[in-house]
């Protein structure tokens, strides 16, 4: 007689072979072994406790494994039989991911789409192998669990803030959604997940701060041309990464006979219309013969080298403020243009918002018009009063 194991989980059975046979009249159907009358039977005993403490070790690594994740007698048996079938893992979705994000960069998405996902992907894959020691794990493992547990890592670890932990979070959550609409999981571990961005303070240099930084010269030419730089944008509200892509043939000649820069952000692919004031274009003009710049309208440096020169120049023209790069655009919105008059709609366009909401952030810091707006409605009360 064959000798067979059952395996029950959740009250559903199934059967295995166990590979071993004896005659009916050896079989004890209390002990479920062979009667050990010699030494045949007790290789057969041994080989099925065996088995028995191996259906048993594997049941408990996979609910230490996968502990919200059912493990049904099938599973049980279709391992013990070597008949596992290999199913997506997270950083495998999430490679692949990027992999097409990387196929498509300059036509649907910009260098620093691709970049912030690459980051993202090296975040939870140190994440994964310092809180679950491997190197990849199951998408089945990716529970609201673990969802926290990256999110305390991030803030942690890698002591991001706030609003740098919620935006790596929402990279993760489209390679999971990714992930849903492929049929590779079946619930959405972020359904009970909650987050939000906290309201940033907008610094922007005041009027008194950028004469400071136009009137300033500096003995080393590379502080010259970082200033330079800067105060182009602080003047034209273009990011970094568009100065450093601005090209001569991005100067035209506007609706009105004025030079403009006509060009698109890198950022959203939207479309930037700017009529240059005349600083900006006393700038323009200054690196119309520069050697290094070629087609290009400024030899802008590296990011990082701009932000370091920029702290040497903020000390050197005594701005407590700590200036990177990004400040120039802040500038133009509010001290150059908001804080003039200049409609919000208008400066949205200029700006290459996709959302006015954006550029209302601007507005909130704005200080000064405040205080001007309340100045004239002050005037406007007292007169009503002298009229009364």
Not at 69 to 90: A, Q, Y
Not at 284 to 312: D, G, T, W
Not at 339 to 348: A, L
Request: net charge positive.
């Amino acid at each position: 007689m064959y000798i067979y194991m059952r395996i029950t989980v959740d009250f559903q059975p199934t059967e295995l072979s166990t590979g071993c046979s004896c005659l009916p009249k050896h079989w004890d159907i209390k002990t479920e072994r062979v009667k050990e009358n010699d030494a045949e039977h007790k290789k057969i005993n041994d080989q099925l406790n065996k088995l028995e403490n191996k259906i048993k070790d594997t049941y408990r690594y996979l609910r230490e494994m996968e502990p919200d994740v059912s493990v049904s007698s099938v599973e049980l048996r279709d391992r013990l039989k070597g008949k596992v079938s290999k199913g997506k893992t997270l950083l495998e979705v999430f490679q692949e991911h990027n992999d097409k994000v990387k196929a498509l960069v300059g036509r649907e998405f910009a260098p620093g789409t691709l970049e912030r996902y690459e980051t993202c992907l090296k975040h939870t894959a140190e994440f994964i192998s310092s809180k679950y020691k491997c190197r990849d794990i199951p998408l089945s493992r990716v529970n609201h669990v673990f969802i926290s547990e990256y999110d305390f890592y991030l803030r942690t670890v890698r002591n991001c803030n706030n609003n740098t932990t919620v935006k790596y979070i929402k990279n993760f959550k489209k390679i999971i959604l990714i992930c849903l609409a492929s049929g590779y999981i079946t619930t959405n571990p972020f359904l009970s997940y909650k987050s939000k961005l906290k309201p940033v303070n907008r610094t922007a240099l005041t009027n008194a701060e950028l004469r400071a930084l136009t009137s300033k010269q500096f003995k080393i030419d590379r502080l010259n041309l970082v200033r330079d730089i800067f105060v182009f944008c602080c003047y034209t509200g273009l990011a970094y990464v568009d100065v450093k892509g601005l090209k001569r043939n991005n100067i035209v000649t506007g609706i009105d006979g004025d030079p403009w820069i006509q060009s698109f952000r890198q950022k959203t692919g939207t479309p930037v219309n700017v009529p240059i004031l005349d600083y900006a274009l006393k700038l323009i003009e200054k690196y119309e013969n520069h050697p290094r710049c070629e087609s290009y309208v400024f030899p802008v440096l590296s990011n990082q080298k701009m932000n370091a020169y920029l702290k040497e120049i903020s000390d050197l023209c005594e701005i407590t403020k700590e200036l990177t790069f990004h400040i120039a655009r802040h500038t133009f919105a509010t001290t150059i243009t908001l804080s003039n008059n200049v409609p919000i709609d208008t400066v949205s366009k200029m700006l290459g918002h996709t959302s006015i909401r954006t550029t209302q952030l601007y507005a909130k810091t704005m200080e000064k018009k405040i205080s001007g707006d309340m100045a004239l409605l002050k005037i406007k009360l007292e007169q009503e009063v002298v009229s009364s």
